[in-house]
């Protein structure tokens, strides 16, 4: 039981760990970074790709742990953690920080690379344009693939 629980929440404690030195070398009023994967994005990607993963195991697993594993049935991929931007901005406030910036930084654009990479140069100014202007509308910053928090110490 012991053994379960740790294993749970080592994921969280690297994390923590990670943040909590970053902010130790920052200097005060410096800028963390923190750039993290999408569950939603993830799930949505994943599953159109290979229905193998179409399965509610796989989606519980991700959207209730958010963690991977390398050699489990449902990994894709490597061990790897996945968050919602919601959840990294509830983790991010316990450490004296202030977020100042919170993007999607690529939006649905992977999903549709085909109708993107098929754009003429006007029509790829156009989608840009509208990436640039929707990457901070809170509605759909959680479909984004990765999502990147700023915050300053």
Avoid: Q
Wanted: some cysteine; overall charge positive; proline content about 2%.
């Amino acid at each position: 039981m012991l053994f379960e629980f740790i294993k749970k929440m080592l994921p969280m404690l690297i994390r923590e760990k990670c943040i909590k030195e970053s902010l130790r070398v920052l200097k005060k009023g410096g800028i963390l970074a923190i750039a993290y994967i999408n569950k939603h994005f993830v799930l949505n990607s994943i599953m159109t790709r290979d229905k193998k993963f179409l399965t509610y195991n796989f989606i519980e697993k991700v959207l209730n742990k958010g963690v991977i594993k390398e050699g489990e049935k449902e990994c894709f991929w490597t061990d790897t953690f996945f968050t919602t931007p919601m959840e990294m901005e509830s983790f991010v406030k316990k450490f004296n920080t202030e977020i100042i910036d919170h993007v999607g930084t690529d939006g649905l654009s992977p999903l549709l690379k085909d109708f993107v990479d098929n754009m003429n140069d006007e029509e790829y100014s156009t989608w840009l344009h509208y990436s640039l202007n929707s990457c901070r509308e809170k509605s759909i910053l959680g479909m984004s693939n990765h999502g990147l928090l700023l915050c300053k110490k």
